[in-house]
């Protein structure tokens, strides 16, 4: 695996509950519907193994709902984001946003450089 790759993939499991969030916010979804988004979109593959877990996790902190739909030829688990959920994706976007802008500046001549951070 390329360096690349590594940070990228470390990256999107690190926001993977606001990306599952962020998906769910669009249009509910079913697991395996998140696991093949998630890859398309960023390009990383997270199994049933990393996702499912996740998703009860998020379910018990009352992020998502799920339901089952039975309208098919096999039932499926649909998740939908919830008004706590909504407002975790909101709080999470707009501190990522901050922290973004935190770390990342513009000097004079246009280029981006790392701004010291203090505690």
């Known amino acids: 695996m390329n360096v690349n790759k590594n940070i990228q993939t470390k990256l999107t499991k690190g926001l993977l509950d606001l990306i599952i969030l962020q998906l769910l916010d669009n249009s509910p979804m079913h697991g395996y519907q998140i696991i093949t988004t998630i890859r398309k979109n960023f390009g990383v593959y997270f199994g049933p193994s990393?996702?499912?877990?996740?998703?009860?996790?998020?379910?018990?902190?009352?992020?998502?709902?799920?339901?089952?739909n039975m309208n098919s030829?096999?039932?499926?688990?649909?998740?939908?984001?919830?008004?706590?959920?909504?407002?975790?994706?909101?709080?999470?976007?707009?501190?990522?946003?901050?922290?973004?802008?935190?770390?990342?500046v513009d000097d004079a001549q246009g280029q981006n450089r790392m701004q010291h951070l203090t505690v």
């Open 73 to 104: 030829d096999r039932p499926k688990k649909i998740y939908k984001l919830t008004n706590g959920g909504k407002t975790a994706l909101d709080f999470t976007t707009c501190s990522l946003k901050t922290i973004c802008k935190t770390i990342v």
């Open 50 to 68: 990393t996702i499912y877990p996740l998703l009860t996790t998020m379910e018990k902190k009352a992020y998502i709902k799920s339901e089952w």
